[in-house]
């Protein structure tokens, strides 16, 4: 991935081992020209420790989904949450890791801009028993994943991270 990586800055800043605490992100993003096969996501990795543990889960937002369909048991067909409106969910696992990938894809795809609090997305997974809250945010991820294209730029005006 692409990407801007922050690896185990919040579970060691916070001493939390809660991945649900306060964690906001806001984005602007374009792709120019529009590639073929490409996402924008923000990736994350929550693990049983914190900076050295394998990973447990990986936890992917995905903004924008260009003609590709992320990790899943079903193939295309996603998860309707009413839990979190405007969202699917995918869940499949990481041929490449070997755990439980959770994809959650806007459905208003592409999303240009996005601030929102990652802790719903956490939440959602606690309450369904695919997490068991225990886990550290150990790795966060922001970027892109482009499978095909060429001369393609990817953009990011505006990255913020917060934690309270």
Not at 56 to 77: C, F, N, Q, R
Not at 107 to 134: E, Q, V, W
């Amino acid at each position: 991935m692409d990407s801007c990586s922050i690896r185990c800055l919040i579970a060691d800043m916070t001493k939390t081992r809660n991945p649900t605490s306060s964690r906001s992100l806001t984005r602007m993003n374009s792709y120019s020209p529009d590639p073929a096969n490409a996402d924008v996501s923000y990736d994350a990795f929550v693990s049983t420790g914190s900076c050295g543990a394998g990973h447990k889960a990986e936890i992917m937002i995905w903004l924008a989904a260009y003609d590709l369909t992320p990790i899943s048991k079903t193939g295309a067909t996603p998860h309707t949450l009413n839990a979190i409106p405007g969202w699917n969910l995918f869940i499949g696992t990481n041929s490449q890791t070997g755990v439980p990938a959770y994809s959650f894809v806007a459905r208003n795809s592409p999303m240009k801009t996005y601030s929102g609090n990652l802790m719903s997305f956490f939440d959602y997974l606690k309450s369904a028993n695919f997490i068991d809250g225990t886990e550290y945010l150990q790795e966060l991820h922001a970027g892109t994943e482009p499978a095909s294209g060429t001369s393609v730029t990817f953009t990011t005006s505006s990255f913020t991270l917060s934690s309270s």
